[in-house]
């Protein structure tokens, strides 16, 4: 498992990968420590206290940077991580340039009881980057290596994006999809920074789709920055981030809040609107499940066993299966995203499939997806 | 012929009526109005055998009313009749006469997926009083998101002495979860089988009802 420090890690080391650059040589240290409600999936929630250093070098043409984290939980386990990142970039050919980078990091969730493989990656990346100032699009390749444990993956991700930024704020905006080991997924992800007078707001949202493997559904995050007094920062954020296959970050909700203490600068900040803060959120990671259906089992009746599905936006939704005689049966609405139906169902193995809005039968997550024998797919249901 | 041999000839031709098979109580009623009726005379004679040689016919109905409902050919559909017959067949003789119709369609789906019937049988060593349907289930599951058979079916065996059902799902869901993260199929089974074992050897030893892998905080 990698923890909410790894994904900041993450975000740091995409952060080094900028759409602009900066007019004067600048290296930044910082060290941004506090404490979190942190919920992962397949977790409990717990809190924890992160610390998290970080030193970075940018240039007109490079950038490089260092981060560490360290992330206790109440229950003792920790995470440590460490993340490497380096970029550069061509000089402009009109208003087209190029650039080529580089991260690799490592993480290990240590904990008593079970032995628990450390992710890593090593990535590369090339990037062609249009535009002025004031916006721009990108497109962008990554591959390399992922690891976990003894084992290793080659991930591919494909990436374009667009941005515009003005005094006070900016926005952009990304489609990125992503092939790893038996997962391939597409995130699509929007961003935004605001710079008032005496805080920053950052944001950024998207969902995950077109996901075989890698999890699907909708997310969301924000964080304030204040400046308190020179150098200290108070940081407050919440909200949920997705999984990240390829650089071992786990999926979960947190709040939390902390401060980030910056004991030097070497020269002003850069540009404040394709700043760090900006291009950590344009770049940041992928999301969860949006409008993706996903079946769950709900408690056991006399009557049978309630199947239930979640799912945005539908008005009907209508599942067959082994045990309809795979004739369609209509499911009871819930509530705005849920829908249910109860059915006889023993130990066994079944086969399903969903409708929704009578569209096309599908497979909802949530349950393993095979080849069946004319020409589609097929749901595999086990009942314990 | 006198009337006497007339007579016996009659009973003689209606005693051959009634050893024939009624082709109209053969018919499985679930078919009718759902397949053509060339497509349901070949379905139910595969019926037919089955019941005859002590198969289950339920998965056999569904499979064809699967591919009803999904529009397949005729051919299509007797083509998948016919060939979950055969697995059926298969897991009984690999899992033994006395199996289960829900055992049997999950050791179907396990020898579709790819394990071998002497795995099936390996299973049943392990567990010979004991319901296989959900081991064998979580066994094709397993291979279906991925881990290769030959693991998958060592995770199963190495389970089956001290996992119960809940147990097996519970380790299953937690292979996905890691599948879906990134992990390879092969870590992510190593990973969650290192812990089962490791809890299920404690569970032996305090005679605890823990799940291994109930969610907990990190």
Known sequence: ?384 | MTMLQRMCGMVGIAALFVALPDPVGAQEPRLQGRLQDAVRVEVDALLLQAREAGLPTEPLVDRALEGASKGASGERIVAAVRRLAGELETARDAMGQRARPEELAAGASALRAGAAPEDLSRLRGYRPDQSLTVAVAVLADLVAVGVPVDTAVAAVLVLAGAADDADYIAFRRSVERDVALGASPVAALGVRLDAATAVAEGILDQGAGRTPTAPRKP
Do not use: C
């Open chain 1, 1 to 384: 498992m990698s923890g909410r420090g790894v994904r900041a890690a993450v975000a740091a080391a995409a952060s080094l990968l900028p759409l602009g650059q900066a007019a004067v040589a600048q290296t930044v240290g910082a060290l941004d420590a506090g404490v979190s409600a942190v919920e992962y999936e397949g977790y409990l929630a717990s809190g924890a206290l992160f610390l998290n250093p970080t030193l970075r070098h940018d240039t007109p043409s490079l950038s490089l940077g260092l981060q560490g984290g360290w992330v206790v939980f109440e229950s003792g386990n920790h995470v440590l991580h460490g993340t490497g990142a380096g970029a550069w970039r061509t000089p402009p050919l009109g208003r087209w340039r190029a650039e080529v980078s580089g991260s690799g990091g490592v993480s290990s969730y240590v904990v008593t009881d079970t032995a628990f493989p450390a992710y890593g990656h090593v990535l590369g990346r090339v990037r062609t980057h249009y535009g002025t100032g004031r916006s721009g699009a990108w497109a962008a390749a990554a591959t390399g290596h992922s690891f976990f444990g003894d084992t290793s993956a080659t991930p591919v991700e494909i990436s374009l994006g667009a941005w515009t930024a003005r005094a006070r704020f900016a926005v952009g905006g990304s489609i990125k999809h992503t092939w790893i080991a038996d997962s391939s997924y597409l995130d699509v992800t929007a961003s935004l920074r605001w710079i008032y007078e005496w805080f920053e707001l950052s944001g950024s949202g998207g969902f995950r789709t077109a996901s075989r493997g890698g999890g699907s559904g909708a997310w969301a995050e924000a964080a304030l920055q204040i400046p308190v007094w020179r150098p200290v920062t108070v940081v407050i954020g919440g909200g949920r981030y997705p999984s990240d296959p390829v650089r071992g970050v786990l999926g979960a909700s947190y709040v939390s809040a902390g401060i980030r203490i910056t004991p030097f600068r070497t020269a002003p900040p850069l540009h404040p609107a394709i700043g760090s803060a900006y291009r950590r959120a344009l770049e940041s990671r992928p999301r969860e499940s949006a409008g993706a259906p996903r079946i769950s089992l709900g408690g056991s009746h006399t009557q049978g066993r309630d199947i239930l599905i979640e799912v945005d936006g539908a008005t009907r939704v209508e599942l067959a299966g082994d045990f309809t005689d795979w004739e369609p049966r209509a499911m009871e609405r819930e509530d705005a995203r849920s829908w249910r139906i109860r059915v006889p169902l023993g130990p066994g193995i079944y086969r399903l499939n969903i409708r929704i809005d009578g569209g096309r039968w599908i497979v909802p997550a949530g349950v393993t997806s095979v080849e069946d024998e004319f020409g589609s797919q097929v749901g595999l249901l086990v009942i314990p």
